[in-house]
């Protein structure tokens, strides 16, 4: 068998996980006392994640990192979620609060499977690069590409338990935020939860798909560095691992998504396919053309 071969194999035993997930996810929103908010947020993200399951039978870079983005995004809902939450939280200081709401209980054994699940994507995309690799004309540029397509990926990725969290997960999880925030010193933290749990949405899918990526890399980097100075993360210290946390992470993961602004979302990136077509250059001013098409 050759690596295409392999990789279509692959392809289909990541799709039989993806149906199994979406089944274990559906039992659990008919069979479990969910609320109204996480029902919804859970179906449309499974029903993306069945779209891009099939999608990426195609073999397409940017179908593949849609199924590890709807992955990362299903598996991260269950488990964090809280059956049974307190009905009080009077007296819980907020950093217990925000290991709360970040760490679960969840649903037992789906994180596991999301991790299974999201391994088979990670090998089918390098056995996918292997191919394009190995056949490519100059290997060394089409290596280059991956690499950076691999890193805008996972950059993107990293925002999924942020988001999921702040806005997916239900109303328990909202509640928790907009306290801690209100701890923070944030003015309206409810509007402050919304507005950062928006703007990681907006960045893990621009990312992750190289879908407006350079004003989206920028937005991201700037809300990164924001959030570093009003979580008092630059007064703590440099290194990451000091009590409460320094700015070291954080502005690491800034600095690596600040590169995207410059160097654009590469070949294999939504935007390489929609805003150079023919239509895209004659509608588009020349200026946000050359800004869009990377």
């Known amino acids: 068998m050759s690596i295409d071969d392999y990789a279509r194999w692959l392809g289909r035993v990541a799709l039989a996980v993806a149906i199994i997930m979406i089944g274990w996810g559906l039992s659990v929103l008919l069979s479990q006392p969910v609320t109204a908010w996480f029902t919804a947020s859970a179906t449309i993200w499974m029903a993306l994640l069945l779209v891009s399951a099939f999608w990426q039978l195609r073999g397409s870079f940017t179908a593949i990192a849609a199924l590890a983005l709807a992955t990362a995004v299903v598996s991260r809902l269950f488990s964090i979620l809280r059956l049974n939450p307190p009905t009080s939280i009077a007296g819980?200081?907020?950093?217990?609060?925000?290991?709360?709401?970040?760490?679960?209980?969840?649903?037992?054994?789906?994180?596991?499977?999301?991790?299974?699940?999201?391994?088979?994507?990670?090998?089918?995309?390098?056995?996918?690069?292997?191919?394009?690799?190995?056949?490519?004309?100059?290997?060394?540029?089409?290596?280059?590409?991956?690499?950076?397509?691999?890193?805008?990926?996972?950059?993107?990725?990293?925002?999924?338990?942020?988001?999921?969290?702040?806005?997916?997960?239900?109303?328990?999880?909202?509640?928790?935020?907009?306290?801690?925030?209100?701890?923070?010193?944030?003015?309206?933290?409810?509007?402050?939860?919304?507005?950062?749990?928006?703007?990681?949405?907006?960045?893990?899918?621009?990312?992750?798909?190289?879908?407006?990526?350079?004003?989206?890399?920028?937005?991201?980097?700037?809300?990164l560095l924001i959030s570093m100075l009003l979580g008092g993360h630059f007064q703590i210290g440099y290194v990451w691992a000091l009590p409460q946390g320094g700015y070291e992470f954080g502005v690491f993961w800034a600095v690596m998504i600040a590169a995207f602004a410059v160097v654009g979302g590469g070949r294999n990136s939504v935007d390489r396919e929609l805003w150079r077509s023919e239509p895209a250059r004659r509608l588009l001013p020349s200026v946000v053309w050359k800004v869009l098409a990377s």
């Not at 969840?106 to 090998?123: C, H, N, Q, R």
């Not at 805008?152 to 306290?179: A, C, D, E, N």
């Not at 879908?211 to 980097?221: E, I, M, W």
Request: aromatic content about 12%; charged content about 10%; overall charge neutral.
């Open 92 to 223: 819980l200081k907020p950093d217990d609060l925000d290991l709360m709401v970040a760490t679960g209980p969840g649903v037992p054994g789906f994180e596991l499977l999301g991790w299974f699940l999201g391994a088979l994507v990670f090998v089918q995309f390098i056995l996918r690069a292997a191919s394009v690799a190995a056949s490519a004309d100059s290997r060394e540029v089409s290596l280059n590409a991956l690499a950076l397509l691999f890193i805008r990926v996972y950059v993107g990725l990293m925002f999924v338990p942020h988001f999921g969290s702040h806005i997916l997960g239900g109303p328990f999880q909202f509640k928790i935020y907009t306290f801690y925030f209100a701890s923070l010193g944030m003015p309206l933290p409810a509007m402050q939860v919304a507005l950062a749990g928006s703007i990681e949405l907006i960045c893990a899918i621009g990312l992750t798909l190289g879908l407006f990526t350079r004003p989206v890399a920028l937005l991201g980097s700037v809300y």
